[in-house]
């Protein structure tokens, strides 16, 4: 298994599907290497991409602002994607490419050791859970695999699309904080 600085330096040179011919960065993730929940998203979009960080634009906004009412955010959470390349004009990435990119995300898995997983949306969600998930009846779900709890949100720019969805996704952040509290032992004070 490929240690931090080897895995990170791989995933930078990259080239592995056509996604690395149109990228301005790899956008890789943030967060501490020991962080017990991990979020992911499918793929980086144009600022994402711009600042070789994941989700920095609006959506990502947003996402800070949805952690901060648990008291997460990217200094006790793991943030990534499914692919690390942005896909041309924010387009859903490809199998091919998710393929490729896979193994950056089960090994970064496997140096992390998440307790949670919290797939944004429902791609990340149909990879991570099942290939059949939906996100509209099953966000806020919870199904354990190999020691690991997952769960799904609404992908954060769905939500600045429909606020509808909003009061709902509330709920569901109310039942990742009780599952944050319940299994782990160093993400809330």
């Known amino acids: 298994m490929l240690n931090w600085e080897d895995l990170k330096a791989a995933c930078l040179g990259c080239t ?11 956008v890789f993730g ?5 962080a017990e929940v991990m979020f ?3 793929g980086p979009g144009e600022n994402e991409d711009l600042q070789g960080e994941p989700f920095v634009g609006a959506a ?3 996402l800070d602002e949805m952690l901060s009412i648990i008291d997460l955010g990217r200094h006790n959470c793991y943030i990534t994607n ?3 390349c942005r896909p041309p ?6 199998n091919i490419e ?11 898995t496997k140096l992390i050791q998440p307790k949670i997983i919290v797939c944004l949306g429902r791609i990340a969600a149909g990879r991570l859970i099942r290939e059949d998930f939906r996100i509209t009846r099953e966000h806020g779900q919870w199904t ?6 997952f769960t799904a949100l609404y992908h954060p720019s769905a939500l600045l699309r429909d606020e509808s969805k909003r009061p709902e996704t509330f709920q569901d952040l109310k039942s990742l904080q009780a599952k944050v509290r319940e299994i782990c032992t160093h993400t809330l004070p």
């Open 82 to 84: 499914i692919v690390k």
């Open 89 to 94: 004009h924010n387009r859903d990435p490809l």
């Open 30 to 34: 943030v967060g501490p290497q020991d």
């Open 16 to 26: 592995n599907c056509i996604l690395c011919k149109t990228r301005t960065n790899v």
């Open 98 to 108: 998710q393929d490729a990119c896979i193994r950056f995300l089960r090994a970064q």
């Open 144 to 149: 354990q695999r190999s020691g690991i709890y």
């Open 60 to 62: 990502g906004k947003f």
């Open 40 to 42: 992911v998203g499918e």
